[in-house]
């Protein structure tokens, strides 16, 4: 059994795309009774190091009641470690017309209450499922398998033996310079299907420089664009030591990257000989040898310029914000949310022309 069926909640009603009803109505309806089972489920753990939490922000269960889980556990566990790894809004997909406004109130809440927020989006992931494993419409399973590979490559260290990212405290520690500047990109490779995987070699050489290509990014922007300020190569399987050196300083000599002046070594490798794992018969391969690349980027500021813009195309106008402020959200939170967005923009400019 996966979860135990005590730890599975569910409440009669659904936050119908709101964040305010996430936070301020259902939510908070719900908030006892989901944080009572979580204190249940910590008081058998030993040593609890802190809390991975799932969500997506362009719903309102994923907005508004995790920004207020993930605010309640702030203040019960103020010295825990909280890393979430976020489905943000995509360029050209999106789940609800309100989407631009739940993502920019829970990105607001995100930035105060975590240490460390991996960003994903939809459509990069469609995508790639599309281009390297010939699936002409992606489902959503198909692109949880994807997913599920990312989160089993990050936790790797923790689960077995590894040299990087040990705790949960690390991750901070490896890939956050500045408190608020903790939105890193993520990158994983090879994505491959069964047909596929007997024809290609996949080297270590060549897993470790498509992680370094936009299109294998899990967000839509281009990190070629930006300035790494950050780099975690958590590689997976038959993987020798003197070959990801080798090709790590291949990149470095390429120049093809580009890292701030004030951190310029940037890299930090973690060798795991756990090799991935796939679900039988599943449209993914099961590979000799993987990696998955944790960056932090000045790039990523270009998701956030996205996500504003399409806030304030719908602000200006006031559209819909009757339906948030009917559940007990004041307006004005819509404008510190934005402000503080903006904040985060300009902070990581700020980042990229220190150097």
Same mark, same amino acid.
């Given at each position: 059994m996966l979860f135990h069926p005590e730890n599975l909640i569910s409440g009669k009603e659904d936050a119908a795309n709101n964040y305010a009803r996430g936070y301020y109505t259902?939510?908070?309806?719900?908030?006892?009774l989901v944080m009572n089972q979580i204190r249940l489920v910590v008081d058998q753990c030993?040593?609890?190091?802190g809390f991975i939490i799932f969500h997506c922000l362009g719903g309102?269960?994923?907005?508004?009641? $995790? !920004? #207020?889980l993930i605010n309640q556990m702030t203040q019960d566990y103020r010295k825990k470690t909280k890393i979430e790894l976020v489905v943000y809004p995509a360029p050209r997909l999106a789940s609800s017309v309100v989407e631009p406004y739940n993502s920019v109130l829970a990105t607001h809440a995100c930035i105060e209450d975590s240490e460390?927020?991996?960003?994903?989006?939809?459509?990069?992931?469609?995508?790639?499922?599309?281009?390297?494993?010939?699936?002409?419409?992606?489902?959503?399973?198909?692109?949880n398998r994807i997913l599920a590979q990312v989160i089993s490559s990050l936790t $790797? !260290? #923790?689960?077995?033996?590894?040299?990087?990212?040990?705790d949960l405290t690390e991750f901070q520690t490896?890939?956050?310079?500045?408190?608020?500047?903790h939105f890193p990109l993520i990158t994983f490779n090879p994505v491959v299907s069964a047909e596929k995987a007997y024809h290609e070699q996949n080297t270590v050489d060549q897993i470790t420089r498509a992680c370094f290509e936009p299109a294998n990014s899990f967000v839509k922007i281009d990190p070629r664009q930006g300035l790494y300020m950050a780099i975690c190569m958590l590689y997976r399987g038959d993987v020798d030591p003197n070959s990801v050196n080798s090709s790590i300083q291949g990149?470095?000599?390429?120049r093809s990257i580009r890292f701030v002046d004030w951190c310029p070594t940037g890299f930090k490798v973690d060798?795991?000989?756990?090799?991935?794992l796939a679900v039988p018969r599943s449209e993914l391969a099961k590979v000799l040898r993987s990696c998955c690349m944790l960056a932090n980027s000045t790039a990523i500021g270009a998701a956030f310029v996205r996500l504003d813009h399409k806030f304030d195309l719908m602000y200006h106008k006031r559209a819909f914000v009757h339906w948030y402020v009917g559940e007990g959200l004041e307006e004005q939170e819509f404008q510190v949310a934005r402000e503080d967005l903006a904040a985060l923009e300009r902070d990581y400019e700020e980042v990229g022309l220190a150097t």
């Open positions: 259902t939510g908070s309806d719900m908030l006892g030993h040593m609890l190091q309102g269960t994923g907005s508004g009641f $995790a !920004s #207020l460390v927020v991996f960003l994903m989006d939809n459509e990069a992931v469609w995508d790639i499922c599309r281009r390297n494993l010939n699936i002409r419409r992606p489902s959503f399973t198909n692109i $790797a !260290s #923790l689960r077995f033996h590894g040299s990087l990212n040990g490896n890939l956050v310079p500045y408190p608020r500047i990149v470095k000599n390429s060798i795991n000989s756990q090799p991935m």
